[in-house]
């Protein structure tokens, strides 16, 4: 069974606008962190605390050998995807029956990272329960988290995140330029007046009027968009005219919350009624979204059509409204938490706008999923997986709306089925087991989504204890589909049939299953991915026993259709199931070459799944080259990947014995002692340090080669340092930072070494970095 692609944001977010300095709370925060293992940062909307967060956690990324990762929460409603959610975040791959939680503690009881919980004030329970789960079953994780209230556990420490400190407008302003809410009102000014600076004409003008807002960061840049339009005296007449409607005379005693809210309200005002409704609707959109989303949600056919989108768009980017970023494959965009929440508020002021918006909101994630599923078996499927990826909270929020609102369970249930691809390939398989246990229940007619729904839910069982119920839905997916007359949905079904009879150690039940399958052929609407899995675990069954030349033919045909389609993912198990016959032939050599094939596409793809299983097939090669230290270093970054996913290897009595059969010559060759040394410095690699020891030629166990790279290449001392830092994941805006240097600068360092180095993509480079330690 398959996992995995290359994971979503959870690494520190990328700065799109500059960050006025807090250095009082970085050095207040980092302090924190090293007594404390919860800091909160507290404060009201607007305050900044998510940019805080995100700094202070760049300043203290080196003490964490594991890194830092970020868990996003302000799109999630649903508590029980929280747990589900941090796996994700932390880049695990849990196919066990234990509750979540437990299951995420296990797996992460060894690491050493600081985990940074974005946004927890509307999911408090369920954050709390992750922090002392977190707290208690581990003792090297961390956690930061931004909370509009505090958690309450009796380990966390708080940081209160105050609005930025503004002078005296009457008093001394020679410094005024020093004060970070002048600094930040300077900055957003300028981006929309191109000169402006602060200058002895307008010090105390800009200073009364960040006085006026509060100090609060999201009404300084509100405010500051004003300026397309009006002078800074203009713009703080007007402001102190909406203060004293709303405090019935005296600007001076609106609350802080006020405050903000009669800011939002005066950019909402400002907003042309079509860029007012375009705010609402896309209030249900969660977390970020491109454009096809956007025109997709906010188009009705009447009052908004899709051309008028992208103009509404343009609008609410102009005024701060939106912010625009990066995606994987454009430009996406996002609204503010403050901002998303006022525009919900707005929206179900609107008779029936809302289940209509989320709606359209719904069917557009179902036609991406469906755009998707097609597209899977072909070139592109990198591209998918980021896609996905990055509407990931956007998917959660259809699911959850179909399986909450009244008459759209079908949906939901329609939904969940065509992820399949994403729940097994893209390590998901815990979150989509929830998903469809949830959909299948609210729909137990007997209907296609259903027959989709029940194999998916059999695919997705990954435990000795789901097995025999993932291997009942298979059963009654296929009676269903029969029944239905879908040829193609019981072919789906036959193959999950088969594979956990593979894995339950049924060999020759297997073997009987798919050779079926596979002289069958593929039958009308059936997805090519699995009638290359079938042959897949064709060859598989074949290999086990022993049959190790009809399981190279099988193989070839199946390499055949992958080439044919350009496609990776099928092609990498092809690979590995190659490097088995191969090792069945005793040809080491042919082996070794096709497991490290397979190793090198299974890096690209991130797929932890796979890179467990060839793991310990390459384990084993080496043993039988005598390479034995070597395969004892391979055994413990093979159990440590083997944590992701589940440390029994799924009770797999097949898959256990290649591990028992390595682990034995590795401990007869070397001793107990030379052994455990061994496996414990394999046991301390991450994932790709691990595979890019793997990668190495065998005989080097202790000294990798000087890296995958031509001997002649030589970096400069700047360019070293970057690509050191890209191996840890910064972005270049994070690199310009350590290093104290411009962004472009920073990307021309990246563009250089991807240039010097033959590469394409980061990913290499860390790989590269890897192999040169």
């Keep these: 069974?398959?996992?995995?692609?290359?994971?979503?944001?959870?690494?520190?977010?990328?700065?799109?606008?500059?960050?006025?300095?807090?250095?009082?709370?970085?050095?207040?925060?980092?302090?924190?962190?090293?007594?404390?293992?919860?800091?909160?940062?507290?404060?009201?909307?607007?305050?900044?605390?998510?940019?805080?967060?995100?700094?202070?956690?760049?300043?203290?990324?080196?003490?964490?050998?594991?890194?830092?990762?970020?868990?996003?929460?302000?799109?999630?409603?649903?508590?029980?995807?929280?747990?589900?959610?941090?796996?994700?975040?932390?880049?695990?791959?849990?196919?066990?029956?234990?509750?979540?939680?437990?299951?995420?503690?296990?797996?992460?009881?060894?690491?050493?990272?600081?985990?940074?919980?974005?946004?927890?004030?509307?999911?408090?329970?369920?954050?709390?329960?992750?922090?002392?789960?977190?707290?208690?079953?581990?003792?090297?994780?961390?956690?930061?988290?931004?909370?509009?209230?505090?958690?309450?556990?009796?380990?966390?420490?708080?940081?209160?995140?105050?609005?930025?400190?503004?002078?005296?407008?009457?008093?001394?302003?020679?410094?005024?330029?020093?004060?970070?809410?002048?600094?930040?009102?300077?900055?957003?000014?300028?981006?929309?007046?191109?000169?402006?600076?602060?200058?002895?004409?307008?010090?105390?003008?800009?200073?009364?009027?960040?006085?006026?807002?509060?100090?609060?960061?999201?009404?300084?840049?509100?405010?500051?968009?004003?300026?397309?339009?009006?002078?800074?005296?203009?713009?703080?007449?007007?402001?102190?005219?909406?203060?004293?409607?709303?405090?019935?005379?005296?600007?001076?005693?609106?609350?802080?919350?006020?405050?903000?809210?009669?800011?939002?309200?005066?950019?909402?005002?400002?907003c042309t009624e079509r860029e007012q409704l375009v705010w609402a609707r896309l209030s249900v959109a969660a977390g970020g979204f491109d454009l096809e989303t956007a025109e997709a949600v906010c188009s009705d056919g009447e009052r908004i059509r899709p051309y008028d989108v992208l103009e509404a768009v343009a609008g609410l980017v102009d005024k701060s409204v939106l912010c625009r970023e990066s995606g994987p494959d454009g430009v996406r965009y996002r609204l503010l938490d403050t901002l998303r929440h006022y525009g919900l508020d707005k929206l179900r002021q609107l008779e029936g706008e809302?289940?209509?918006?989320?709606?359209?909101?719904?069917?557009?994630?179902?036609?991406?999923?469906?755009?998707?599923?097609?597209?899977?078996?072909?070139?592109?499927?990198?591209?998918?997986?980021?896609?996905?990826?990055?509407?990931?909270?956007?998917?959660?929020?259809?699911?959850?709306?179909?399986?909450?609102?009244p008459g759209e369970a079908l949906a939901g249930l329609r939904l969940a089925g065509t992820l399949w691809f994403y729940w097994h390939a893209c390590g998901a398989p815990r979150e989509g087991r929830y998903w469809?246990?949830?959909?299948?229940?609210?729909?137990?007619?007997?209907?296609?989504?259903?027959?989709?729904?029940?194999?998916?839910?059999?695919?997705?069982?990954?435990?000795?204890?789901?097995?025999?119920?993932?291997?009942?839905?298979?059963?009654?997916?296929?009676?269903?589909?029969?029944?239905?007359?879908?040829?193609?949905?019981?072919?789906?079904?036959?193959?999950?049939?088969?594979?956990?009879?593979?894995?339950?150690?049924?060999?020759?039940?297997?073997?009987?299953?798919?050779?079926?399958?596979?002289?069958r052929g593929r039958v009308p609407g059936q997805h090519l991915s699995l009638v290359g899995l079938d042959q897949v675990e064709l060859a598989c069954a074949l290999g086990f026993m022993g049959q190790a030349d009809r399981a190279v033919e099988v193989c070839e045909k199946a390499l055949s259709l992958c080439e044919e389609h350009g496609e990776e993912w099928v092609r990498s198990y092809v690979l590995r199931m190659l490097a088995l016959a191969h090792t069945v032939k005793k040809d080491w050599p042919r082996a070794e070459r096709h497991v490290r094939e397979a190793l090198r596409l299974k890096l690209a793809l991130n797929d932890v799944l796979g890179i467990a299983l060839t793991l310990d097939l390459t384990a084993l090669i080496a043993t039988h080259g005598g390479a034995h230290e070597r395969a004892a270093v391979l055994l413990g970054g093979a159990d440590r990947v083997w944590t992701a996913v589940d440390r029994n290897r799924w009770g797999c009595q097949t898959l256990a014995a290649t591990r028992r059969d390595s682990e034995r010559r590795a401990l007869d060759a070397v001793g107990r002692s030379a052994f455990t040394q061994a496996y414990e410095r394999g046991a301390a690699l991450g994932l790709a340090e691990i595979v890019g020891y793997a990668l190495q030629e065998p005989g080097h166990p202790e000294h990798p080669p000087a890296a995958t790279a031509e001997p002649e290449i030589r970096l400069t001392r700047r360019e070293a340092q970057v690509a050191e830092l890209v191996a840890e994941g910064l972005a270049n805006q994070q690199i310009a930072d350590r290093l104290v240097i411009a962004r472009r600068t920073a990307e021309g360092h990246v563009e250089r070494i991807l240039s010097k180095l033959g590469f394409n993509n980061r990913s290499q480079i860390a790989a590269w970095v890897t192999a040169q330690r």
């Design 1 to 270: 069974m398959g996992g995995s692609a290359p994971r979503r944001d959870c690494h520190l977010p990328v700065e799109t606008t500059s960050f006025v300095d807090r250095r009082r709370e970085q050095a207040e925060g980092r302090e924190l962190l090293t007594r404390a293992r919860l800091v909160t940062l507290t404060g009201p909307g607007g305050v900044g605390k998510t940019r805080l967060a995100a700094r202070i956690a760049a300043r203290v990324e080196r003490a964490f050998p594991d890194g830092v990762r970020f868990l996003h929460l302000a799109g999630l409603r649903d508590p029980a995807v929280v747990p589900l959610a941090a796996a994700g975040a932390l880049g695990l791959y849990d196919y066990s029956a234990q509750p979540p939680l437990d299951a995420l503690v296990e797996q992460v009881r060894d690491r050493r990272l600081l985990l940074v919980v974005d946004n927890c004030e509307h999911l408090l329970p369920a954050c709390t329960d992750l922090a002392a789960a977190l707290l208690r079953g581990t003792t090297g994780i961390r956690i930061l988290a931004t909370s509009r209230h505090r958690l309450g556990l009796t380990e966390e420490h708080l940081l209160d995140v105050r609005p930025l400190p503004v002078p005296d407008p009457d008093g001394d302003l020679s410094a005024a330029a020093g004060y970070p809410a002048l600094a930040l009102f300077a900055d957003r000014a300028a981006a929309v007046v191109p000169g402006f600076r602060l200058t002895a004409d307008n010090r105390a003008a800009v200073a009364r009027l960040c006085r006026r807002l509060d100090g609060l960061p999201l009404a300084i840049e509100l405010a500051a968009v004003r300026m397309r339009v009006l002078g800074v005296e203009q713009l703080l007449a007007r402001l102190d005219d909406r203060y004293r409607l709303l405090s019935a005379g005296s600007p001076a005693v609106l609350p802080r919350h006020q405050t903000l809210r009669a800011t939002v309200d005066w950019s909402h005002e400002l």
């Design 354 to 405: 809302e289940p209509a918006a989320r709606r359209r909101h719904r069917d557009r994630m179902q036609t991406l999923a469906t755009t998707c599923e097609r597209a899977w078996f072909g070139p592109g499927q990198r591209d998918i997986v980021a896609h996905l990826r990055a509407d990931l909270d956007n998917l959660r929020a259809a699911l959850d709306f179909s399986l909450t609102a």
């Design 436 to 519: 469809l246990d949830r959909a299948l229940d609210a729909n137990p007619e007997p209907t296609r989504e259903r027959a989709r729904g029940l194999w998916v839910a059999g695919l997705l069982a990954g435990c000795p204890e789901d097995l025999t119920r993932g291997l009942r839905r298979a059963e009654d997916a296929r009676a269903l589909a029969r029944r239905l007359g879908d040829a193609a949905e019981a072919a789906h079904a036959d193959y999950v049939i088969g594979v956990i009879r593979l894995f339950a150690d049924d060999l020759p039940a297997a073997l009987a299953h798919f050779e079926a399958g596979v002289a």
